[in-house]
């Protein structure tokens, strides 16, 4: 287990194994914080109420598995890998 900021430079040895390496990445951020991403996230509201709105709401998931959550899933990673990657290029624009 690895408790760390997303930005932080990480790695661990090579996976020597045949079965594949999993992630599981959580963040747990109270509602008046917010991104400064041109790119919009979502996020679920999982305690209290949100009275700030800097997220798109995620939905509960209704069924495991099903297509409506899959595709609700795949554009929450889509939207935290190109905001991830604008972020990643301010900070090596300041590191400059």
Partial sequence: MSLHHTHL????????T?????GLGISYIPTHVRCHC????SAMLV????????????KRPRADYGAAER??????????REANAEET????VAAK
């Fill in 71 to 80: 595709a609700v899933h795949a554009e929450a990673v889509a939207r935290f």
């Fill in 38 to 41: 041109r790119t919009r996230l």
């Fill in 18 to 22: 045949d079965h594949r390496r999993i």
């Fill in 47 to 58: 305690r209290g109420a949100d009275r700030y709105g800097y997220f798109d709401d995620e």
């Fill in 9 to 16: 430079v990480h790695r661990s040895g090579p996976n020597r």
């Fill in 89 to 92: 290029l301010r900070y090596e």
